[in-house]
């Protein structure tokens, strides 16, 4: 079955610092994997896809990811944070019928 | 950009009663809608998809008779919990598909609701 691991429940960095927070999944076919944003009392908002066609993909807000079969990771990254990009994101990746989650990180953004 | 909302946002119910949760797509047809389940510092588990005017598919494990998911309309989706008890507590997310020739990734997520059962 196809999951995936998030490492790290709670991220903190500086406004301005790099941004990563990490994925690896685990899969025997080649993955579609997401990631996915979550502010307070709202919905999930899709980042970013891998579907199996340029490795390095670019999402909204600046965000990032690189899929790399070698490390079976999917980790997102962004080059300087915003105090806006506070929020709980999601790694997933897609199951038998629908989407399959990490756990989340909880990404803190400090002044 | 679709938008789906869930209403209530936050319910408390006393535990032996049953509690109603509506998701709606508001600018379009949701063929398919997905309910998901989040325990706290946990990922989102599917529960069940249903499809418009016929039966949800439930996910191993999840009580079909406990959690009675209805998708009447194009537009409406509820998840209704029976006889509550405290484990049921969860944070509740639907999301809806925008049309059966979209990819199945391609779904847009409620707000969730939150069920504190007392």
């Known amino acids: 079955a196809q999951s995936v691991t998030q490492l790290g429940s709670h991220v903190s960095v500086s406004e301005g610092a790099l941004v990563l927070l990490r994925c690896n999944y685990s899969?025997?076919?080649?993955?579609?994997l997401f990631w996915y944003v979550q502010y307070p009392n709202q919905g999930l908002q899709l980042l970013l896809k891998y579907t199996s066609a340029a490795t390095l993909v670019k999402g909204i807000n600046g965000f990032e990811a690189e899929f790399k079969k070698s490390e079976t990771s999917f980790h997102l990254t962004k080059p300087s944070a915003h105090m806006s990009d506070a929020a709980e994101y999601f790694c997933a990746t897609l199951g038998r019928r629908a989407l399959t989650f990490g756990s989340g990180t909880r990404l803190q953004v400090q002044p | 950009g679709a938008v789906v909302s869930q209403h209530p946002s936050r319910v408390i119910c006393k535990s032996g009663t049953s509690v109603k949760i509506e998701c709606r797509s508001l600018?379009?047809?949701?063929?398919?809608m997905f309910w998901y389940r989040q325990f706290p510092k946990q990922s989102l588990m599917l529960m069940a998809t249903?499809?418009?005017?016929?039966?949800?598919?439930?996910e191993q494990g999840v009580e079909k008779d406990k959690f009675l998911i209805n998708h009447a309309s194009l537009t409406l989706s509820t998840l209704t919990v029976t006889s509550a008890h405290p484990e049921d507590s969860s944070f509740y997310i639907c999301s809806a598909r925008d049309g059966p020739g979209t990819e199945i990734y391609e779904q847009y997520f409620g707000p969730g609701t939150r069920l504190t059962v007392t």
């Open positions: 600018d379009f047809q949701a063929t398919t």
């Open positions: 899969s025997s076919v080649p993955p579609y």
């Open positions: 249903s499809n418009e005017g016929s039966k949800a598919t439930y």
